[in-house]
């Protein structure tokens, strides 16, 4: 608890004289202000996090969370849980989504078993594993209280691990049969959204299944009766270790005053629990795309949150984060090889502040 409580403590508000001194360098190149958008505001929010005007990404790296979860028993997945522990094989071969979408983009790929169901030994995939899956949330508390925070320190570490180790910036990414669920049953206890539009078919069920997985969540957040007031606790009752590794990835890069990238629903759902913790993690939060999860957007406005881009994705396994990094990476290279007003001769009073009027 001390590594969490210490975290929590030296998170820090962004920069805002670096941020300004970046808007203003972008204010004087050669277009109408605030006319690059999202180029625009994405090296503001780094130059926030990192206090420096003049950044660059290097070396990057999703860090896929792969967990199982009880809750399946309860039929909310058409996938059978093994399907977690294959699919964490095959993304130690190089062969799932983010493998391919990763290597595109020079992307590494850190896996860890936070949570699989079985003693495995899966090369290239790091062993910490808390338990065997979580409990059904069904029939009682998803994890102890103290296995959440374990959860949330084991993210914590990686994070501080891979910055320590000259990543500039971290991805996050999840495996997890059943995490659809947990998700909204995250969401559904911190916002009271209607159950109906926050939960999807996730992975793919029948219209008769997903009234199934909708009672199950209701059932499960009945029982426990998850404290909203108290993050922790509501990863514990309903939530997962997958949701809980992320979370501690969020905290340890806002410690660390290094950008996190968001990824689909699951890890948005463990970024909300980081930003319940310590509202200062949101500012070191990148969002990439819009899931196709219903409850996707949702979770993004509770964040406050915008997606960089929509591609109709709902795959999960963080294959959202390499198409940040390649819009963060263009924007930076934009911010120093575009020419400016005066390189041109022109006068840039005539144009209109086209930020002010978003």
Same mark, same amino acid.
């Given at each position: 608890?001390?590594?969490?409580?210490?975290?929590?403590?030296?998170?820090?508000?962004?920069?805002?004289?670096?941020?300004?001194?970046?808007?203003?360098?972008? !204010?004087?190149?050669?277009?109408?202000?605030?006319?690059?958008?999202?180029?625009?505001?994405?090296?503001?929010?780094?130059?926030?996090?990192?206090?420096?005007?003049? $950044?660059?990404?290097?070396?990057?790296?999703?860090?896929?969370?792969?967990?199982?979860?009880?809750?399946?028993?309860?039929?909310?997945?058409?996938?059978?849980?093994?399907?977690?522990?294959?699919?964490?094989?095959?993304?130690?071969?190089?062969?799932?989504? /983010?493998?391919?979408?990763?290597?595109?983009?020079?992307?590494?790929?850190?896996?860890? !078993?936070?949570?699989?169901?079985?003693?495995?030994?899966?090369?290239?995939?790091?062993?910490?594993?808390?338990?065997?899956?979580?409990?059904?949330?069904?029939?009682?508390?998803?994890?102890?209280?103290?296995?959440?925070?374990?959860? =949330?320190?084991?993210?914590?570490?990686?994070?501080?691990?891979?910055?320590?180790?000259?990543?500039?910036?971290?991805?996050?990414?999840?495996?997890? =049969?059943?995490?659809?669920?947990?998700?909204?049953?995250?969401?559904?206890?911190?916002?009271?959204?209607?159950?109906?539009?926050?939960?999807?078919?996730?992975?793919?069920?029948?219209?008769?299944?997903?009234?199934?997985? =909708?009672?199950?969540?209701?059932?499960?957040?009945?029982?426990?009766?998850? $404290?909203?007031?108290?993050?922790?606790?509501?990863?514990?009752?309903?939530?997962?270790?997958?949701?809980?590794?992320?979370?501690?990835?969020?905290?340890?890069?806002?410690?660390?005053?290094?950008?996190?990238?968001?990824?689909?629903? /699951?890890?948005?759902?463990?970024?909300?629990?980081?930003?319940?913790?310590?509202?200062?993690?949101? !500012?070191? /939060?990148?969002?990439?795309?819009?899931?196709?999860?219903?409850?996707?957007?949702?979770?993004?406005?509770?964040?406050?949150?915008?997606?960089?881009?929509?591609?109709?994705?709902?795959?999960?396994?963080?294959?959202?984060?390499?198409?940040?990094?390649?819009?963060?990476?263009?924007?930076?290279?934009?911010?120093?090889?575009?020419?400016?007003?005066?390189?041109?001769?022109?006068?840039?009073?005539?144009?209109?502040?086209?930020?002010?009027?978003?």
């Amino acid at each position: 608890m001390e590594l969490l409580r210490q975290t929590i403590a030296d998170i820090k508000p962004v920069n805002k004289e670096s941020m300004e001194r970046v808007r203003e360098k972008w !204010d004087r190149k050669v277009k109408p202000v605030g006319s690059l958008g999202t180029l625009e505001e994405v090296t503001i929010k780094l130059a926030g996090m990192t206090g420096r005007v003049q $950044n660059s990404i290097n070396k990057k790296a999703i860090v896929v969370m792969a967990s199982d979860n009880g809750v399946v028993e309860e039929g909310v997945s058409s996938a059978p849980q093994i399907f977690t522990r294959l699919l964490a094989e095959s993304m130690s071969r190089g062969k799932t989504g /983010i493998s391919a979408l990763a290597k595109f983009g020079n992307v590494d790929v850190k896996i860890v !078993d936070i949570g699989l169901n079985g003693e495995l030994d899966i090369p290239g995939v790091l062993n910490r594993k808390i338990a065997n899956g979580t409990n059904n949330f069904a029939k009682g508390p998803a994890m102890t209280y103290e296995e959440a925070v374990k959860s =949330i320190e084991i993210g914590i570490e990686v994070g501080n691990t891979l910055y320590h180790e000259g990543y500039d910036i971290l991805g996050t990414g999840e495996l997890g =049969i059943g995490n659809t669920s947990t998700s909204a049953a995250v969401l559904k206890v911190f916002a009271n959204y209607d159950i109906d539009v926050i939960s999807g078919k996730g992975a793919g069920l029948t219209d008769e299944q997903l009234k199934n997985k =909708i009672n199950v969540i209701m059932k499960g957040i009945e029982i426990n009766k998850p $404290n909203k007031k108290d993050p922790i606790d509501v990863l514990a009752k309903v939530g997962g270790f997958d949701i809980g590794g992320m979370c501690g990835l969020f905290l340890s890069a806002a410690k660390n005053r290094k950008p996190i990238i968001v990824d689909g629903y /699951i890890s948005s759902a463990a970024a909300l629990i980081a930003a319940k913790l310590n509202p200062l993690v949101k !500012d070191f /939060i990148l969002p990439s795309h819009l899931s196709n999860e219903p409850g996707a957007k949702y979770v993004l406005d509770e964040l406050n949150l915008k997606p960089m881009v929509y591609l109709n994705m709902r795959l999960g396994e963080g294959t959202g984060c390499p198409f940040a990094f390649q819009i963060i990476e263009a924007a930076l290279y934009t911010l120093e090889n575009m020419g400016t007003f005066e390189d041109a001769q022109m006068d840039s009073n005539v144009l209109v502040n086209i930020r002010e009027e978003n």
